[in-house]
T-cell receptor, first 115, second 114 residues
Framework: GAVVSQHPSWVICKSGTSVKIECRSL??????MFWYRQFPKQSLMLMAT?????????EQGVEKDKFLINHASLTLSTLTVTSAHPEDSSFYIC???????????FGAGTRLSVL | AQSVSQHNHHVILSEAASLELGCNYS??????LFWYVQYPGQHLQLLLK??????LVKGIKGFEAEFIKSKFSFNLRKPSVQWSDTAEYFC????????????FGKGTHLIIQP
């Protein structure tokens, strides 16, 4: 099946630093990728839609200057959490939309812990 | 506003029991519906999907779901569960065509006792 690779799987950083998370589509070219956030024991919340070659579309309440998204190629989208604070600690999950059928395939997620 | 609600947050069953997990959605326009499963320590995997056509859809591992438009429901079923079905199950909805991100329910934690 389709595979979406997310890296790193776990990162710990100090408050005030920035962290970059990569999402790669390994089996197909994805013009659209999505970034979600999952709080403990809660559901996934859509943060933004990442479109190759254009600006990301952010959901209401998500700070675009805080969560920088770059979709520079058809197989790679990155999420940078800038000036991270403890409240940004969470599980971040990306997905890539397959051009054949419109199904989203998910990465394994990145657990971010901000100290 | 778009929303997906799952009725059961925790379900405990014995092996060979039948399973039904409820999912209701509120969505404007054409809707695509999905059930995803997340096994412990693993990523979300697609169980089944409904885009159009036959409202009874069959997925992997013996799961099926029925789209009932009049009830805005998309319940997941399996006639006989196995211990390996222990996982978190998420119902999700998206716009027709799959162009938008998905709206997820809160999930159901299913535990199957041997």
């Amino acid at each position: 099946g389709a595979v979406v690779s997310q890296h790193p799987s776990w990162v710990i950083c100090k408050s005030g630093t920035s962290v970059k998370i990569e999402c790669r589509s390994l089996d197909f070219q994805a013009t659209t990728m999505f970034w979600y956030r999952q709080f403990p024991k809660q559901s996934l919340m859509l943060m933004a839609t990442s479109n190759e070659g254009s600006k990301a579309t952010y959901e209401q309440g998500v700070e675009k200057d805080k969560f920088l998204i770059n979709h520079a190629s058809l197989t790679l989208s990155t999420l940078t959490v800038t000036s991270a604070h403890p409240e940004d600690s969470s599980f971040y999950i990306c997905s890539a939309r397959s051009p054949a059928g419109g199904i989203q395939y998910f990465g394994a997620g990145t657990r971010l812990s901000v100290l | 506003a778009q929303s997906v609600s799952q009725h059961n947050h925790h379900v405990i069953l014995s092996e060979a029991a039948s399973l039904e997990l409820g999912c209701n959605y509120s969505y404007g326009g054409t809707v695509n519906l999905f059930w995803y499963v997340q096994y412990p320590g693993q990523h979300l995997q697609l169980l089944l999907k409904y885009f159009s056509g036959d409202p009874l859809v069959k997925g992997i591992k013996g799961f099926e779901a029925e789209f009932i438009k009049s009830k805005f429901s998309f319940n997941l079923r399996k006639p006989s569960v196995q211990w390996s079905d222990t996982a978190e199950y998420f119902c999700a909805a998206g716009s027709g065509g799959g162009a938008d991100g998905l709206t997820f329910g809160k999930g159901t934690h299913l535990i199957i006792q041997p």
